[in-house]
């Protein structure tokens, strides 16, 4: 009679434990989906902004300070689904700053194509060698400011051959250093990175960006958990209470059959 009582006892939160074992399994089939369909639209809008950035060129910005900016749309590579004319590009960039193969830490890759159109009037000193002979001298030193100098130097020997003047030994040396500032942000807020650079060097046109922002979706996706059935060991001390009703105390070996799923694990 006791037996049949406790069986009946124990019915109700087997029942309740079947329930809420389903209930989890479901909750783990539609947590996977909606990661399935997050990563479904990630891919999605990441090759809608690498066609937009395909067809995009570089453009030139008028900034609050009064300095001119040029901008360009962003790439994003998933590193993990590499496309052919992506892992070309890849190899170019790998080439020349031997970066590592699997790409390990590698966030961002950038270039700029710059092109210079200058004129310079300089200040020009002669030297008399001799009876015949000059040697001309000219330098130029600018700074233009955030970084950004030139420095030119020469001279040039000239002579007078019966009545016509000849000149030899040219020297010549000039010295830029340019500074480009460079910010990559969603200007849009549309979720596209847009990469702008700027610089007070002047005649200095930028010709051609290319900016790379690379994720890794297999790292960066949440890991697939594996759902399923195990078998748990616990040893113990404490107060027990068996089948004929008898509480005790003591050391006590429990083994139990658990089903965990996907979003529970760690």
Known sequence: MLRSILNRKYII????????????????????LKREVSQTEANAKRNLNNYKAARDSVRLLELSNGKKAATIKSYEFDVANLKDRQKAIIDNYDSLLDI???????????????????????TTYVEEVDSITDRLTFERDDNFGDGNTRYLKGN?????????????????????????????????????????????????????????????????????????????VGIGYGINLNNNQVISHGPSLNVGLFWSPKWLRF
Do not use: M
């Open 13 to 32: 939160p087997l029942l309740i434990v079947a329930v809420l074992l389903i209930f989890l399994k479901q909750c783990s089939e539609i947590s996977k």
């Open 100 to 122: 590592n193969n699997d790409l390990n830490k590698v966030n961002n890759l950038l270039s700029t194509s710059v092109e210079i159109r200058d004129s310079i009037l300089a």
């Open 156 to 232: 040039l020997t000239v002579f007078k051959n019966n009545n016509s003047l000849e000149y030899s030994s040219l020297n010549f040396f000039i010295k830029h250093n340019l500074r480009l500032y460079t910010s990559i942000e969603d200007s849009d807020n549309d979720g596209q990175d847009e990469v702008k650079i700027t610089t007070s060097y002047p005649n200095l046109k930028i010709t051609d960006i290319e900016n790379i922002n690379l994720v890794n979706s297999r790292l960066n996706q949440n890991y697939e958990e594996t759902s399923g059935w195990s078998v748990g």
